[in-house]
């Protein structure tokens, strides 16, 4: 039996009935609908965004009007998203009517466009702390001179172990203090804040909406999208949205070149969900 339910600005409205609403089946969800082509003896496959009807019923008045208004928001432009237990990807509620309406009872048809075309499951985070680096990292030279040696970039590890049928996304956070601007190379990507950070500030990177958040020490909420490193786009050397080539089981180098502590979270992509 599947957990499902929506999310939007950080609440949580579910389907399984704890909410006094229930998705039935969800069987539109299941499996996949790519749109396919054939050219040179080989199928093209393009993952677009597409249609689903999803059948809800309610207990009492109060959990229809609840989706109701969650469905209104999503067509303002606030993102929405929708769980299937461990996957999840954004949608719009773009059509919403009634099938039944009883007193105590209700049943709608709801008409939800998926908007990223794949369903997204996050991996186990990393976390890579400062001082985890190996003791030699930063050595004093030898002699009584006014310098030591530099430091050198650590490395560390990002291993895959679920499944994806795309590239992996990478979420990734930095946590300050940074008193350079932080940056890490995995498979031959520069991945670069160009800024520093105070004790208490973090940046989280979103790839999936493509934000950078800055949350400072006090609570409040920047966006510091400007600061991300992109080069000349992607697959050019210095892209932060950069995702990696999905390899089941294996083990990406992190050349890690910064003072503050990063998590990344690899975000797998399936074109299918059960």
């Known amino acids: 039996m599947n957990t499902v339910w929506i999310e939007q600005a950080g609440k949580r409205l579910s389907l399984d009935g704890d909410d006094g609403l229930y998705s039935q089946e969800t069987l539109d969800v299941r499996g996949y609908a790519p749109d396919t082509g054939v050219q040179a003896r080989s199928v093209l496959v393009s993952t677009?965004?597409?249609?689903?009807?999803?059948?809800?019923?309610?207990?009492?008045?109060?959990?229809?009007?609840?989706?109701?208004?969650?469905?209104?928001?999503?067509?303002?432009?606030?993102?929405?998203?929708?769980?299937?237990?461990?996957h999840y990807q954004r949608v719009a509620v773009v059509k919403f009517t009634a099938d039944e309406v009883r007193p105590r009872y209700s049943r709608a048809k709801l008409v939800l466009q998926l908007l990223d075309g794949v369903w997204l499951r996050d991996g186990?985070?990393?976390?890579?702390?400062?001082?985890?680096?190996?003791?030699?990292?930063?050595?004093?030279?030898?002699?009584?001179?006014?310098?030591?040696?530099?430091?050198?970039?650590?490395?560390?590890?990002?291993?895959?172990t679920g499944s994806s049928s795309a590239d992996v996304l990478l979420r990734i956070r930095l946590i300050g203090p940074a008193a350079s601007a932080p940056s890490m190379t995995i498979n031959g990507n520069v991945y670069r804040y160009n800024a520093t950070l105070a004790a208490g500030e973090s940046v989280l990177v979103d790839p999936v909406d493509r934000t950078a958040v800055k949350t400072d020490a006090n609570g409040g909420s920047h966006d510091v999208f400007a600061e991300l490193e992109r080069g000349d786009g992607l697959d050019r050397g210095e892209y932060f949205f950069q995702p990696i080539p999905f390899v089941a089981d294996r083990s990406y180098p992190v050349?890690?070149?910064?003072?503050?502590?990063?998590?990344?979270?690899?975000?797998?992509?399936?074109?299918?969900?059960?």
């Open 255 to 274: 050349v890690f070149d910064a003072d503050c502590d990063v998590e990344i979270t690899p975000i797998y992509r399936e074109v299918g969900l059960w």
């Open 48 to 86: 677009p965004s597409r249609q689903v009807e999803v059948d809800v019923a309610a207990i009492g008045e109060r959990p229809m009007l609840d989706l109701l208004r969650v469905g209104q928001a999503s067509l303002s432009g606030i993102t929405t998203t929708l769980h299937v237990d461990d």
């Open 124 to 160: 186990d985070t990393v976390t890579m702390r400062t001082g985890d680096q190996a003791a030699d990292v930063q050595l004093d030279h030898p002699y009584d001179l006014p310098y030591d040696y530099g430091r050198t970039a650590a490395q560390r590890f990002l291993r895959l």
